[in-house]
Antibody, heavy 120, light 110 residues
Framework: EMQLVESGGGLVKPGGSLRLSCAASGFTFSTNCMNWVRQAPGKGLEWVASISWSSTYIYYADSVKGRFTISRDDATNSLYLQMNSLRADDTAVYYC?????????????WGQGTLVSVSS | QSVLTQPPSASVTPGQWVTISCSGSSSNIGVNTVQWYQHLPGTAPKLLIYNNYQRPSGVPDRFSGSKSGTSASLAISGLQSEDEADYYCAAWDNSLKGYVFGTGTKVTVL
């Protein structure tokens, strides 16, 4: 069974940093693209970033470009999101998901999410 | 700010059907495939429809998707209480070089 488990969320002050992790199992991680999607309180889903297999292609939403870095470790089947210069509007549940490719592909499955709260 | 527009809510009685629209543009739905996700707050979002109309294994045929031009629709027939959730369309946007999600539609089963 394909499974994704996020971790690393928590409370951080504005301007601070946090690193999210996503542990994958049940599929060939190295040949899949990986994604981060978030949902702020009371808001809809917002795509954050995607990384292709071998990290050849990386894309970011404009709202996080220059502050967040997506990366992967195929040796440990892990996906990461390094979040710097955090702002209050980054407060959200962050989900990781997998896809066969980038572009005309779908996110399936998704993890349960990890909550990031940015507040002083 | 979402690029794909959906109605904010829909209320339906059990057993009836509902159609949710998703309006995009020539840089996303007009040239790329549409996906639909079901999301209950506090849980992992679930893929309902991919490639405009295809259903993953395990998704009931009560759920169907379609696309025409720069718009797409999700239809749910024979609504059940377990279908009460938020529904999102999504597509790749060639101009933004990223995924865009719809604004989301909250379906309430009366």
């Amino acid at each position: 069974e394909m499974q994704l488990v996020e971790s690393g969320g928590g409370l951080v002050k504005p301007g601070g940093s946090l690193r999210l992790s996503c542990a994958a199992s049940g599929f060939t991680f190295s040949t899949n693209c990986m994604n981060w999607v978030r949902q702020a309180p009371g808001k809809g889903l917002e795509w954050v970033a995607s990384i292709s297999w071998s990290s050849t292609y990386i894309y970011y939403a404009d709202s996080v470009k220059g502050r967040f870095t997506i990366s992967r470790d195929d040796a440990t089947n892990s996906l990461y999101l390094q979040m710097n210069s955090l702002r209050a509007d980054d407060t959200a549940v962050y989900y990781c998901s997998t896809a066969a490719g980038i572009g005309n592909y779908w996110f399936d499955p998704w993890g349960q999410g990890t909550l990031v709260s940015v507040s002083s | 700010q979402s690029v794909l527009t959906q109605p904010p809510s829909a209320s339906v009685t059990p057993g009836q059907w509902v159609t949710i629209s998703c309006s995009g543009s020539s840089s996303n739905i007009g040239v790329n495939t549409v996906q639909w996700y079901q999301h209950l707050p506090g849980t992992a979002p679930k893929l309902l429809i991919y490639n405009n109309y295809q259903r993953p294994s395990g998704v009931p045929d009560r759920f169907s998707g379609s696309k025409s031009g720069t718009s797409a629709s999700l239809a749910i027939s024979g609504l059940q209480s377990e279908d009460e959730a938020d529904y999102y369309c999504a597509a790749w946007d060639n101009s933004l070089k990223g995924y865009v999600f719809g604004t989301g539609t909250k379906v309430t089963v009366l």
